[in-house]
């Protein structure tokens, strides 16, 4: 029971209480039951004060219960309600007057299985050839969801009859894929959702958690599962009727959706929900995969915070799970949560609560967030090791995952003995336990186990697994799945021919299925195969070839090569595509979406001018300016990074400013400050610091600030920063794309604190640290953003292990250099190495400049390699750990400038060396023509490359 009913039924009895003691105080005789209800007055006042009930609700039950008994007329007007109420009723005979428990019976009852029905074989009249059980499904479910709405269409429709109606048809699974072809159906539930949706504000706590888990299990089920059966996906009619059926139910959905968001926010109902509810709520909006309104998360993640201690070990997976799928790990109520949410499942697994799909969904979780205390991490295997093997198989994969995910870290960052037992021996049961599972695993489980059996050096197992489902390998799989398998046999030891001819066998049939990653993985089997997958593939071509020509000549083969880069050429471009517009158009049309400038003048002008001084830091958002600058705004501009130049009302707006314009900085005249600043967060919580105490540096005590982000860029993170300097903070526009954030207002004590050159200074933001390299430790200097904090990552120092030694007097360039850990070990290996630098970042280009010194013969703070082109620059070698990503989004714009332009940077014989993740298909790049591409290095994660220029002579 909720807690305003449980209110309701507390206060029912503390008025009975109040009538026994008018009753004594009269004189009236007391029997035992009275006497007794009196006793309980003093444990009564106490749950009523655990339910919520403040004074003034005890009073009023008490003098509502005194005026009641010593009132004739209340008495005689409630007893005139009552009859009135009796007639009305009597006069609607069509509504049968029922209590809820039974209308909740009849639907349970109408919802049963009907043996009668699936016993006279409906199916077989119409197809005696077609899945009985599909028959069933269908005929079954349209006649229960079409009983159901007749029956609510007879009965008094409370808001938790609905309720239960509409849970019902989730639980059951009434409304699929292959039920909402038929109108009738979706018709009803759309009805029945929408009905539910009118009487949304009588629903309490509990009913509305249980309506928001059936949404999420309906809209799983039917509105967004993936496409229609194959059977019917050749009738064109039947898609237009499913794709119409969706969207009726679709829009039923999204108004129950918005209906219950609307009046849990309003009416602060989530102090209602108890520890299942918060948690039902939380899950039903992760498998709608749909973001909570930020009204209604914060709270909703406050309340878990409160309920924390009375989580189940249900209620604990589900909120881990339910925090990995909605990826809000970051958001500052969650940071609060997760502590808490920690110490809760620890003490339950401790307990030896936890089941093995709540290990897994724990696992899951943790994986996906990157979020992984060790004391609980240690729980968790201990607990695994015993209950993996009775698990399902889709937990078995999906701790698989997990764990590969999570170890593979840990064995990166730390040498412990006691911790690497522990996680042979948890491997050792997952292997166990994937063998035992191997015939029952979907094929996405039999994939995602098959590369955490690699990923785990779990040969044995990863052999047994395929020569197991080899079949199901030749004949079903396709797109990732392709891709994992491919890649755990070349990581792996597996040596099998068998394996490799089902693989070409498959990948020649779904090769159009392959992403960028899976063609990728494609190719690094074949290098590791020694290109026996490449002949294999040819051969499994010309056999398709010679079956569709049969009494033909025989038929070629296709060339493997040819087909995995150009599927790879196409899959770089769309993701180099996608990319550019996040960084430009997609972010512009977010700021237009909301046009403050156009609205807001208020806060875009000086108190005592016609225009406002609007700083944009580091953006590409032409629009917005144009917009800005015709309603005669003087449009500033702060970009660290070179890649931000272009041109702006006919001048062109140099990048690669380490601090803010110098005129904020000097002046202590408000007039001469930025009213105004639109920004994109940064991809780092360091660097967003820094780019937000700059702003604040620049901008009017009165000034606004308009900040974009995304959920991976850390949003949610900068807004706890904002709020330590401004007043104010709202979010004003959020979509699948950016979420942006206005703060306005400095607090007092911040815009105290600023004056002349106080306002910002490099030097507060260095970061003097130890560079740990080739056995020595050495001072060096880092800034906020830089890649891996100015230290040695894993991946430069497989670059720096697989590099040869260059020859005396090279001319070396370290591209995208960073803080210079590249350039400085070459020169320590060879001093006479005449070494150049290149980053689009001016706080790398200041790193290096700290760090080396005269040592460097040039620093270049440069967009790409048009400007050394332009300039006729040469050099012998070219060494890079080039950026992959930009913020959490996949961008191959600078390998692509490297391997197509890099090359007429080289002399004759030059060669460019550079390390990248083996997911990244190199093979597809396009390539400069005088150039050959191989690989010099791999460990399965990372692969170091060596493109060599042929020598002209």
């Excluded at 209800?37 to 009073?59: C, F, N, Y």
């Excluded at 499904?137 to 609510?152: D, G, P, Q, R, Y």
């Excluded at 339910?322 to 958001?331: D, W």
């Excluded at 997760?338 to 936890?354: M, N, S, V």
Aim: overall charge positive; proline content about 3%.
């Amino acid at each position: 029971m909720d807690n305003i009913k449980w209110r309701r039924a507390l206060l029912k009895k503390l008025r009975g209480v109040e009538l026994c003691k008018v009753n004594r105080s009269q004189g009236v005789p007391l029997n035992e039951l009275q006497l007794a209800k009196l006793k309980t007055e003093p444990e009564l006042l106490e749950q009523l004060k655990r339910a919520g009930a403040d004074a003034s609700m005890v009073t009023a039950a008490r003098v509502e219960a005194r005026e009641g008994f010593r009132s004739p007329a209340v008495k005689a007007k409630a007893a005139s309600e009552r009859a009135h109420k009796k007639r009305r009723i009597s006069t609607q005979p069509t509504k049968e007057v029922t209590s809820e428990k039974e209308d909740v019976a009849k639907i349970e009852k109408v919802a049963a299985p009907n043996k009668e029905v699936l016993e006279s074989k409906p199916w077989s009249k119409k197809d005696p050839n077609s899945d009985p059980s599909d028959a069933w499904e269908k005929v079954s479910n349209a006649k229960t969801v079409a009983a159901i709405t007749a029956l609510l269409t007879t009965h008094q429709r409370t808001g938790a009859l609905l309720a239960h109606a509409v849970h019902t048809i989730a639980k059951k699974k009434l409304l699929t894929s292959a039920t909402i072809e038929s109108n009738n159906t979706a018709t009803n539930t759309a009805q029945i959702l929408r009905h539910c949706a009118s009487k949304a504000v009588t629903l309490g706590g509990r009913e509305c958690s249980k309506v928001f888990w059936a949404v999420g299990k309906i809209s799983a089920n039917a509105v967004d599962a993936d496409g229609i059966d194959d059977e019917n996906a050749s009738s064109s009619q039947i898609q237009v009727e499913v794709g119409g059926n969706r969207i009726i139910v679709k829009q039923a959905v999204l108004s129950l959706l918005h209906s219950l968001e609307a009046i849990i926010v309003q009416q602060n109902r989530l102090k209602r929900f108890d520890a299942q509810g918060a948690v039902t709520l939380l899950h039903a909006y992760a498998t709608l995969q749909h973001r909570p309104p930020e009204a209604l998360l914060r709270p909703l993640l406050d309340r878990l915070c409160e309920l924390a201690a009375e989580l189940t070990g249900q209620d604990a997976s589900s909120t881990w799970w339910g925090l990995g799928k909605l990826r809000i790990g970051t958001h500052d109520s969650a940071q609060k949560l997760l502590p808490l949410l920690e110490a809760q499942t620890k003490e339950i697994i401790e307990k030896g609560d936890f089941k093995p799909q709540e290990l897994s969904m724990t696992w899951w979780a943790m994986a996906t967030l990157d979020h992984a205390p060790k004391s609980l991490v240690a729980c968790l295997r201990k607990e695994s090791v015993k209950k993996l093997s009775k698990g399902t198989p889709q937990s078995i994969a999906n701790t698989s995952w997990a764990v590969a995910k999570l170890i593979q870290s840990e064995s990166d960052k730390i040498d412990d003995s006691d911790m690497a037992r522990e996680n042979k021996s948890l491997s050792e049961a997952i292997g166990r336990a994937a063998i035992a599972s191997a015939a029952d695993f979907s094929l996405r489980g039999l994939s995602t186990t098959v590369w955490a059996c690699a990923r785990l050096g779990l040969d044995d197992a990863l052999q047994e697994l395929l020569t197991t489902c080899i079949d199901r390998v030749e004949e079903s799989i396709s797109g990732g799945d392709v891709g994992n398998i491919a890649w755990a046999v070349a990581a792996s030891k597996v040596k099998s021919t068998k394996i490799l001819k089902a693989l070409a066998h498959r990948i020649s049939h779904c090769v159009d299925t392959l992403d960028w990653q899976a063609i990728a993985h494609v190719q690094y089997l074949n290098r590791a195969s020694e290109q026996k997958l490449a002949k294999l593939y040819v051969k499994a071509t010309a056999k398709h070839a010679d079956e569709a020509s049969v009494g033909q000549k025989k038929k070629k083969g296709v060339n493997f090569h040819r087909v995995m880069n150009a599927v790879g050429a196409a899959a770089i471009k769309s993701v180099c595509d996608r990319a550019a517009s996040l960084r430009g158009t997609q972010l512009d049309q977010a700021f237009v979406s909301i046009a403050p400038w156009t609205t807001d003048t208020e806060h875009f002008a000086a108190p005592s001018e016609a225009s406002s001084i609007v700083l944009v830091v580091d953006m590409v958002v032409a629009e917005t300016e144009n917009m800005l600058t015709k309603e005669g705004h003087d449009v500033k501009h702060w970009c660290r990074f070179s890649t931000r130049e272009r041109v702006h009302d006919g001048k062109i707006v140099a990048g690669g400013r380490a601090l803010p314009p110098a005129e904020f900085l000097k002046s202590d005249d408000v007039r001469a400050m930025a009213h105004a600043c639109l920004a994109r967060l940064p991809p780092s919580r360091a660097a967003a610091e820094m780019m937000i105490a700059g702003v604040v540096a620049c901008l009017s005590p009165v000034g606004s600030m308009w900040l974009s982000g995304t959920v991976g860029d850390g949003i949610f993170s900068a807004i706890r920063v904002l709020r330590d300097k401004f007043q104010h903070t709202d979010i004003v526009h959020s979509s699948d794309t950016y979420v942006i954030v206005r703060a306005s207002l400095l607090q007092a004590s911040v815009a105290a604190q600023l004056s002349g050159d106080a306002r910002m200074k490099l030097s507060t933001w260095r970061i003097k640290t130890q560079l740990a390299v080739e056995g020595a430790h050495i001072p060096w200097v880092s800034y906020p953003g830089l890649f891996a904090g100015g230290t040695l990552d894993i991946m430069t120092k497989a670059l720096l292990d697989a590099l040869p030694v260059p020859r005396a007097n090279a001319r070396v360039l370290d591209y995208c250099c960073g803080s210079g850990v590249i350039a400085h070990v070459l020169l320590k290996r060879v001093p006479s190495v005449a070494m150049t630098v290149s980053d689009a970042d001016a706080l790398a280009i200041k790193a290096v400049k700290d760090n080396l010194g005269a040592s460097v013969q040039a620093c270049l703070l440069e967009n790409g390699l048009k400007k050394m082109l332009k300039r006729g620059d040469r050099y012998d070698w070219i060494v890079s750990n080039p950026p992959v990503h930009t913020g959490l989004d996949n961008d191959f714009a600078v390998i692509a400038e490297l391997l197509h332009a890099g090359p007429q940077l080289l002399h004759d014989a030059g060669t460019i060396y550079f390390v990248a993740q083996t997911y990244i298909p190199m093979e597809s790049f396009e390539l400069h023509a005088a150039c050959t591409l191989s690989e010099l290095w791999t460990d399965g994660r990372f692969s170091v490359w060596q493109c060599s220029k042929q020598s002209q002579a």
